[in-house]
């Protein structure tokens, strides 16, 4: 009997127009700017292709190089400007919704917590990535 994984939410509201935080978020050559938790851990190589059926993968690694993997999955449903939807390598499955505030632009980024780590763990890393992709859109 399979049980019912638990949802997380990470979010956060960027000063930037939609179309901006769309190409921030999906191009690899942002997406290695942004895609880390914390300032010792980078995503060297990123690769995406943004459509229901591609798929994407980015190496996330420690600076020092004493740890690594590859993040990546399947896309679900790809809606420009609006949604994106994919699966995990390991079946997890991710929904982020974008959407037009004002100047500004709110992104909502809902996914299914793994067994291994605590809640408060994923959810924190997970929202550490969030801060960084906002704080990086907004700087360039």
Known sequence: METQKQM????????????????????PEHITQWNSAS?????????NDLRAGGSFSCR???????????FGGIYDEVTPHQQIT????DG???????????????????FEAEATNS???????WQAIMDNFKKYTEAN
């Open 119 to 125: 809640l408060e763990m994923q959810q924190g890393g």
């Open 8 to 27: 997380l939410t990470v979010e956060t509201n960027v000063a930037a127009p939609i179309e901006k935080v769309w190409d921030y978020w999906t191009k």
């Open 60 to 70: 996330m690694e420690a600076k020092d190089g004493s740890m690594g993997f590859d």
């Open 92 to 110: 997890r499955k991710v929904d982020i919704k974008f959407t037009a505030e004002g100047q500004g632009t709110r992104v909502v980024e809902n």
């Open 86 to 89: 994919y699966t995990l390598g």
């Open 39 to 47: 300032p010792d851990w980078h995503s060297p190589t990123a690769t």
